[in-house]
């Protein structure tokens, strides 16, 4: 089956620094690429769409300055926090597609926690 | 945009029962519902999905139906197992995004 890893599983850092999260899909190609949000206890929250050679669509809220993302090959796209702060704390989870819509099967990264101190 | 509603938030059944969670959806348009398991910690987990031109889709003890009139689709699982005690996302995708429901947290009671 298709398989998408995550990079780091945890961090933690201080306020004001940047992480960046790598999301890998291993035996497939992914044209598109997302990225999740998920506070304790709810659901997932689409923070915006990557798109392998184009710039990404982000949803209504979510800063494009804050959260970069960038998707340099069809196997990988990455996610940076700038500037980190406490209440950007949370489980960050990237899903692929084996396709090149939404409509197609998505599979999930096994996500990481982010803790800012 | 698309809103999914989840029912219920939360769902305890005896080993062996079985367990029904329902979705709807609001856009019309949408035409692919995956359910997804997640364990605490974890990633979501595919376990069944369904297109618009099926009604029904049974994979052992899990099967999901569509009733595209009313928009909403529900999950079944029969025979439960204490293993089966996770948290539940339905979601519904058109032609951009898949939209979750809230999730449903079932506890399989030995």
């Known amino acids: 089956g298709a398989v998408v890893s995550q990079h780091p599983s945890r961090v933690i850092c201080k306020s004001g620094t940047s992480v960046k999260i790598e999301c890998r899909s291993l035996?497939?190609?992914?044209?598109?690429m997302f990225w999740y949000r998920q506070f304790p206890k709810q659901s997932l929250m689409l923070m915006a769409t990557s798109n392998e050679g184009s710039k990404a669509t982000y949803e209504q809220g979510v800063e494009k300055d804050k959260f970069l993302i960038n998707h340099a090959s069809l196997t990988l796209s990455t996610l940076t926090v700038t500037s980190a702060h406490p209440e950007d704390s949370s489980f960050y989870i990237c899903?692929?597609?084996?396709?090149?819509?939404?409509?197609?099967?998505?599979?999930f990264g096994p996500g990481t926690r982010l803790t800012v101190l | 945009g698309e809103n999914v509603e989840q029912h219920p938030s939360t769902l305890s059944v005896q080993e062996g029962d079985s367990a029904v969670i329902k979705c709807t959806y609001s856009?019309?348009?949408?035409?692919?519902f995956p359910w997804y398991k997640q364990e605490l910690g974890k990633r979501p987990q595919l376990i069944i999905d369904?297109?618009?031109?099926?009604g029904e889709k049974k994979d052992q003890r899990i099967a999901v139906t569509l009733n595209k009139t009313a928009k909403h689709f529900s999950l079944h699982i029969t025979e439960t197992q204490p293993e089966d005690s996770a948290v539940y996302f339905c979601?519904?995708?058109?032609?951009?995004?898949?939209?979750f429901g809230k999730g449903t947290k079932l506890s399989v009671i030995p």
């Open positions: 369904i297109r618009s031109n099926v």
């Open positions: 035996d497939f190609q992914a044209t598109t």
């Open positions: 856009d019309s348009a949408s035409n692919y």
């Open positions: 899903s692929a597609g084996t396709g090149g819509f939404s409509t197609d099967t998505q599979y």
């Open positions: 979601a519904a995708s058109g032609s951009y995004q898949l939209t």
